[in-house]
């Protein structure tokens, strides 16, 4: 059974570092790695995919990178800002025809002025 | 063009009522998925649909009855509800890929006392 993890669960950080979040999976046998954005009280805005033939994403000051082979995806936010505060979730599409996620229990980070 | 939505946006129920969650869309996605999510747990599935009529379970479906009558509906039902059902609950939707994400609505939130 797939299981994906988060580390750290919460991360505090003055504005303007640049920072990674952690994500592990179990089975290697993924389509692809998505992270989300999630800020509180609202739904999930994807943030990068990532297949599974694929190594990295960028998006402005995101960067996701994948592993595949260790079970390993980071999210790198370079020059951290305020409005970058909000839970980030990582989820892996697993095998067989239906798009499912399984999302890891997200970290909470905040960005201090 | 109004994407994912959910109706209601926060109930409250008693021990052993029935409620009816709605999810509607507008982007014409073959797939659709209910979620709920609590603290420390993430998001995980209820059940989901591929398409027009049809259902199947997900990760955590008991207590739970959905329908795909039409394309664009989604319902959710709870026939008797329980304390253990307090949750965030979140519509989803994506296409037939792979290589898309899912899109997700505003959630619901259901406190069952």
Redesign the interface.
């Known amino acids: 059974k797939q299981e994906v993890t988060q580390i750290p669960a919460a991360l505090s950080v003055p504005e303007g570092e640049n920072l990674v979040l952690n994500c592990s999976f179990t089975d290697s046998a993924i389509y692809n790695l998505q992270w989300f954005r999630q800020d509180p009280g609202k739904g999930l805005t994807s943030l990068l995919l990532i297949q599974s033939s694929q190594r990295e994403q960028t998006s402005g000051r995101l960067n996701a990178s994948l592993d595949k082979s260790s079970g390993r995806s980071t999210l790198y936010i370079a020059a951290s800002q305020p409005g970058d505060s909000a839970t980030y979730l990582c989820a892996v599409m697993g095998g067989g025809a239906t798009n499912k996620l399984i999302f890891g229990t997200g970290t909470l980070l905040a960005v201090q002025p | 063009n109004a994407g994912?939505t959910q109706t209601p946006k926060f109930r409250v129920l008693k021990t052993g009522q029935s409620m009816t969650l709605l999810c509607a869309q507008d982007m014409n996605h073959e797939?659709m998925?209910w979620?709920r999510q609590d603290p420390?747990?993430?998001?995980?599935?209820i059940h989901?649909s591929?398409g027009e009529g049809t259902t199947?379970k997900?990760e955590v479906p008991d207590g739970y009855n959905v329908s795909r009558l039409k394309k664009q509906n989604f319902l959710l039902g709870l026939e008797s509800a329980a304390p253990s059902q307090t949750s965030v609950y979140?519509c989803?939707t994506?296409i037939?890929?792979?290589?898309?994400?899912?899109?997700?609505?505003?959630?619901t939130r259901l406190l069952v006392l």
Not at chain 2, 96 to 107: A, K, N
């Open positions: 994912v797939y998925y979620y420390g747990m993430g998001l995980r599935l989901y591929v199947a997900g979140f989803a994506s037939l890929t792979t290589q898309e994400t899912q899109y997700f609505g505003p959630g």
